[in-house]
């Protein structure tokens, strides 16, 4: 795996959903049928490309050396998909999780559910569902800069600015956020998981514990959006290790 | 800032792009004002994403109307950072403006390297689009550094610069200028000083920047023609008002206030609206 992506059929197109519609890119590698599909979800206010394109490029990555399917879309209200950002909900995101699954996952093929920051939370909740549900294809789960925090609790007004104003959101998005446990959900589906995250992001290192007694983590010279190349490429190396793993295990 | 020679962490070729049909299924908040549809158009480069007005729900029923090609900036795609170029295409699209973005090649979708031919090719390719479908007109913005690509569109609607540099911003490419056109200049730490007004002056935050990496060729094509003064424009979208025809909006550059974002479509989507309604407006350089 030397990081640098190669060849890569990247395409574009519109999930349907009974109430709007997800920009989704699929990277398909070019000369080979796809092993599986990992499917990703950005973190809240970014979108499918992440930020400095970094799901972009680790889409591209994993496509071209694990052999796999990647699907990246952005979910409702967010990016280039219908929908206004200030109507998201937890429950919206993870079924547009679950619609753009049943939409690009290979059939009888292994699924990897991956998201970045919030992102991690969807895949989770998803994930869940999909197991519960008795959907075969659920291999792992990938976490990206990722802590799932459960227990939190947000002093928030009825419309409660985020970045100092780059973004608002109505008080209801922070009580459901309160409500979930991802982190339950991570281990009721029984999967295993990664968790890669930077070093220097301190809220991550924290908590990287909880997940190392119980998955695999890796820590990475950076911070917490791998924003150096080195950093970049140290992140496509431990996520295709895995993954190609995971996928000659099942083989 | 370090000096890396290496290839760019985007692929070059091979790759392929392609887009799906060019569904019309609507926006479903309709209770919005700002309800709209978006198509996207295969192209030669990268895909383009149509926002259709309110109401038409394919290209063919925009036959006549005005377009807007939207020119995202350096570092950006053509989602805009913090989305501004979204919801900046709805808000316009519900002007009876259609409105079309796309990634500049080495940014957002795009698996092609930064060329600023290429980027001067899809710029034409979205305007040989929109005149193909019967634009009335095709205006065109272009944020930062990249309002030096309006200079080379043939159009026959307004070009918008939003934030463009001033010379006096673009200092710090002195201390970078002697370097080989294909040395690869990688943010890998927040600047300060002349290096941080360098690249928000180019539309790039510098909060975000870490990691980013752009051919020093790529800035020299862009920023000779700001430090020789050929750039040219209809109008430019700055902080304060320097000189006629000058739109002001609040707060800076980068716009990254949802205040500043919905402000600032709000009056490209006048101003489009009120030249629209007068003919196309004028050239000034």
């Known amino acids: 795996m030397s990081g640098e992506p190669g060849p890569v059929r990247r395409h574009q197109l519109f999930t349907e959903l009974p109430t709007g519609r997800c920009l989704t890119v699929v990277d398909d590698p070019v000369e080979v049928a796809p092993r599986g599909t990992v499917v990703v979800a950005h973190d809240l206010t970014g979108d499918r490309s992440g930020p400095g394109g970094l799901l972009a490029f680790l889409a591209a990555a994993l496509c071209d050396g694990c052999q796999v399917r990647v699907v990246r879309f952005d979910t409702r209200g967010s990016g280039d998909s219908s929908g206004a950002f200030q109507d998201v909900s937890f429950a919206d995101m993870t079924e547009d999780f679950l619609a753009v699954v049943r939409a690009h996952a290979l059939a009888d093929r292994p699924l990897v559910c991956a998201g970045f920051g919030i992102g991690g939370v969807l895949a989770t909740l998803a994930v869940n569902e999909l197991v519960s549900a008795g959907d075969p294809r659920p291999r792992a789960v990938l976490l990206v800069s990722s802590r799932l925090a459960e227990g939190v609790r947000f002093d928030v007004g009825p419309v409660e600015p985020m970045r100092g104003g780059e973004f608002h959101l109505p008080e209801a998005f922070f009580r459901e956020r309160e409500s979930l446990r991802p982190r339950s959900a991570l281990l009721a589906s029984g999967l295993p998981f990664l968790l890669v995250y930077g070093a220097k992001d301190v809220e991550l290192a924290a908590c990287a514990p909880w997940f190392a007694q119980r998955g695999t983590t890796v820590a990475i010279e950076s911070g917490r959006g791998f924003e150096t190349s080195d950093a970049r490429a140290d992140l496509v190396r431990a996520c295709a290790t895995y993954v190609t793993k995971l996928l000659e295990r099942r083989s | ?285």
């Open chain 2, 1 to 285: 800032m370090t000096w890396d020679a290496r290839p760019p962490l985007i692929p070059r070729l091979p790759f392929q792009t392609r887009v799906g049909l060019a569904s019309t299924a609507g926006d479903h908040t309709l209770d919005r004002p700002l309800a709209s549809s978006t198509v996207l158009l295969e192209q030669p480069i990268e895909p383009l994403l149509v926002e259709l007005p309110p109401g038409r729900r394919d290209l063919h029923q925009c036959a006549g109307l005005p377009w807007l090609v939207m020119v995202h900036a350096l570092g950006e795609n053509r989602t805009g950072t913090n989305y501004w170029q979204a919801q900046a295409a709805r808000i316009i699209a519900a002007a009876d403006i259609v409105v079309a973005r796309f990634d500049l090649s080495g940014h957002g979708e795009s698996l092609a390297g930064m060329d600023v031919r290429t980027w001067l090719r899809q710029c034409v390719d979205a305007v040989t689009i929109a005149r193909r479908h019967r634009a009335r007109s095709v205006h065109m913005t272009a944020r930062g550094l990249h309002a030096a690509l309006l200079a080379g569109q043939d159009l026959d609607g307004v070009r918008i610069a939003v934030f463009p540099p001033r010379p006096d911003q673009l200092r710090w490419w002195s201390s970078v200028r002697d370097r080989v056109d294909s040395e690869l200049l990688e943010v890998d730490f927040s600047p300060g000083g002349e290096e941080r007004t360098f690249w928000e002056a180019c539309g790039a935050d510098t909060s975000r920047l870490r990691g980013f990496r752009v051919p020093v060729g790529v800035l020299r094509d862009l920023v000779t023609p700001f430090l020789e003064g050929s750039v040219a424009w209809t109008v430019a979208v700055t902080s304060s008002r320097e000189s006629t025809g000058t739109l002001v909006c609040g707060g800076g550059p980068l716009t990254r206030l949802e205040s500043e974002r919905s402000g600032l479509a709000h009056l490209l989507r006048e101003y489009l609206a009120r030249v629209t309604a007068r003919g196309n407006g004028g050239e000034r350089s």
